[in-house]
């Protein structure tokens, strides 16, 4: 007969066999199908794309014409010197930028034959210029003219030729001189001119017939 211990150990042996393959069996996983693969087995992938641009990083076009009926003499008027561009564009919308080197830039605005032309230096406003712009007036005469001489203030030429004149250029120049050129025109385009330094006469013209 066999002994009770043999007949245990023979019961033992093929029980941990058993309990080793189950264990084997749970521990293994089945594969995942790869998520960048499709039904047909092409694979996919995903391209970055840019954020839609923000409106308030658009710039407006720097070509933006005047508004019409900007160009005006009471427009130009509103100018000053020593002030900005930006303070320029405030009356007269965008202008058309020509530089003329790092720190010297025009802008003009147009209107069919009238003009306005602004010259900064550093960002400050030095020049003005119209054309085509302002009133005429109805009498001029070469007394008129011969009346007026080098060193008369301005107000003393308005007592001669009367207030119906144009500004047509106003220029800071170094050491602040201020270059000043008035015109007297009548409609069919006979003028006085009268230049102006710091406020004095130095010089006068005339298409008056002699």
Same mark, same amino acid.
């Given at each position: 007969?066999?002994?009770k ?5 023979k ?11 189950s264990v084997?069996?749970?521990?293994s996983?089945?594969?995942?199908p ?5 039904s ?6 995903q391209?970055?794309?840019s ?20 160009v +005006?003499?009471?427009?130009y008027?509103? &100018?000053?010197?020593?002030? @900005?561009?930006?303070? $320029?564009?405030s *009356? #007269? =919308? ?31 406003v030095?020049?003005?210029i ?10 001029? +005469? ?5 009346? &007026?001489?080098?060193?008369? @203030?301005?107000?003393? $030429?308005?007592? *001669? #030729? =009367? ?9 800071k ?14 409609p ?17 013209n ?5």
């Open positions: 007969m066999f002994s211990k043999s007949v245990q150990s019961l033992i042996l093929p029980i941990l066999m058993i309990l080793l393959l084997a069996g749970c521990g996983t089945p594969n995942k790869n998520n960048s693969e499709n047909s087995g092409d694979s996919t992938s391209v970055p794309t954020p839609a641009p923000n409106s308030q990083d658009v710039k407006p076009n720097s070509s933006t014409p005047a508004n019409a009926g900007v +005006t003499y009471e427009n008027l509103k &100018i000053k010197l020593d002030t @900005t561009y930006e303070d $320029v564009k *009356i #007269l =919308g965008e202008g058309k930028k020509k530089a003329i080197n790092s720190d010297v830039i025009d802008y003009t605005w147009a209107e069919q034959t009238k003009t306005i032309l602004v010259q900064t230096n550093k960002g400050k030095v020049t003005k119209q054309s085509n712009l302002g009133k005429t007036t109805s009498k001029l +005469t070469l007394d008129q003219f011969n009346q &007026i001489t080098t060193g008369m @203030t301005f107000d003393q $030429v308005v007592s *001669i #030729l =009367g207030p119906d004149y144009q500004e047509v250029s106003y220029k120049k170094p050491a602040n001189v201020i270059l000043r050129n008035v015109v007297w025109m009548l069919d385009s006979t003028s006085i001119k009268v230049y102006l330094q710091d406020g004095k006469v130095i010089n006068k005339t298409t008056l017939k002699k």
